[in-house]
């Protein structure tokens, strides 16, 4: 397996942009899920601005990329993003969120478009 380092600037931007909680939890979700900025809204309790603040530093850094489905903005991890190798190594550690997904289905609140 071929292993790619991070410049160390680098590697400690990704780590600060990870450090916050609902960044963190939104990385793993989005690993697996598209997801819109209203269920986000819904799993955390915050603002629309707040998720999308959030949302915006994710993209700055090209990990987070979106698409327009009619109405809808979904967000998803950028795969091919040079960070992505980095991240995913930390997001594999971490617990699934599948729960707080699912939980949105039970309340009717999940958007599948």
Same mark, same amino acid.
């Given at each position: 397996?071929?292993?790619?380092?991070?410049?160390?600037?680098?590697?400690?931007?990704?780590?600060?942009?990870?450090?916050?909680?609902?960044?963190?939890?939104?990385?793993?979700?989005?690993?697996?899920?598209?997801?819109?900025?209203?269920? &986000? /809204?819904?799993?955390?309790?915050?603002?629309? %601005? !707040?998720?999308?603040?959030? #949302?915006?530093? +994710?993209?700055?850094? *090209?990990?987070?990329?979106?698409?327009?489905?009619?109405?809808?903005?979904?967000?998803?991890?950028?795969?091919?993003?040079?960070?992505?190798? &980095? /991240?995913?190594?930390?997001?594999?550690?971490? %617990? !699934?969120?599948?729960?707080? #997904?699912?939980? +949105?289905?039970?309340? *009717?609140?999940?958007?599948?478009?």
């Amino acid at each position: 397996m071929l292993k790619t380092t991070v410049e160390m600037e680098k590697a400690a931007m990704i780590l600060k942009l990870l450090g916050d909680k609902t960044r963190l939890t939104m990385v793993k979700i989005l690993d697996i899920h598209d997801c819109c900025v209203c269920e &986000f /809204v819904e799993i955390f309790k915050a603002s629309q %601005p !707040s998720i999308s603040q959030h #949302l915006r530093k +994710l993209r700055d850094v *090209g990990l987070v990329k979106e698409e327009r489905r009619g109405q809808w903005i979904f967000h998803s991890i950028n795969k091919s993003n040079e960070y992505y190798p &980095f /991240v995913q190594q930390i997001i594999e550690q971490l %617990p !699934s969120q599948d729960h707080k #997904l699912e939980e +949105l289905d039970r309340k *009717g609140t999940r958007i599948i478009c």
